[in-house]
């Protein structure tokens, strides 16, 4: 690296849950990863959308159950607030009802604390780049509850389109994508905006969305 070169900007997160012992150790892990930066952690919704709001962290971990609150209560609490950091839910258990509230909040990932630390550090990384990390329980369960009717006034997807969002539902990053379709990445890029402005959306959370509300019968 040249003196002039820069590493790049850690991914800066912040935590919410209501287990000390737990919040604990999760930040001594996240903190041992030189890509990752806390910027800090609460048990309760109202003192962690304060800090979210004037921190503006890249992603924030949150806990399904925070005693007497929800994750859906922050979910509906940082909409109202503009917040736009990216929401990795960690918990140790969601019901299929409670998983589909949240993706339809937007929610970008949903990881179960049973799995191996490293398999987090991962994640964390492939969703503050923009990837949806969703288990396929969830999906087929949120598959159950669309409304087929609306898909008459969806625009129409081509078939690259409609493998590009394939394979983006089963949570493969943009060059993953490429590589199982032979296709560079900066052209999977462009079909992903293409998308974008096709369906009106921002983030691919938004598009897994919308692709599963409008879609799910060609997927």
């Known amino acids: 690296m040249s003196a002039t070169q820069t590493s790049p900007a850690p991914i800066r997160l912040y935590l919410i849950d209501d287990h000390a012992l737990f919040r604990e150790g999760l930040v001594a892990l996240l903190s041992q990863q030189p890509d990752f930066c806390v910027e800090g952690t609460s048990d309760r919704v109202a003192p962690a959308l304060e800090a979210i709001v004037a921190a503006q962290p890249d992603l924030v971990l949150l806990d399904v159950d925070l005693g007497s609150e929800r994750a859906i209560d922050f979910l509906y609490a940082a909409r109202q607030a503009g917040v736009t950091a990216r929401v990795l839910v960690v918990t140790a258990g969601v019901s299929d009802a409670e998983a589909i509230a949240l993706i339809r909040e937007g929610v970008s990932g ?12 991962s994640v964390v990384r492939k969703v503050a780049a923009g990837d949806v990390c969703l288990e396929p329980r969830y999906l087929k369960s949120l598959f ?17 389109e409609l493998v590009v ?12 994508i490429g590589d199982r379709i032979g296709m560079s990445e900066s052209s999977v890029k462009s079909i992903l905006r293409g998308l974008f402005d096709k369906l009106g959306v921002r983030t691919r959370s938004q598009l897994v969305k919308i692709a599963l509300e409008q879609y799910s019968s060609l997927l």
């Not at 949903?110 to 550090?121: G, R, T």
């Not at 969002?165 to 993953?176: Q, T």
């Open 144 to 160: 159950q509850t669309i409304d087929r009717n609306s898909l008459n006034a969806s625009p129409t997807l081509n078939d690259r």
């Open 110 to 121: 949903i990881f179960h604390k049973h799995s191996p630390p490293q398999e987090l550090c």
């Open 165 to 176: 969002v394939r394979l983006l539902l089963r949570g493969l990053a943009n060059k993953e």
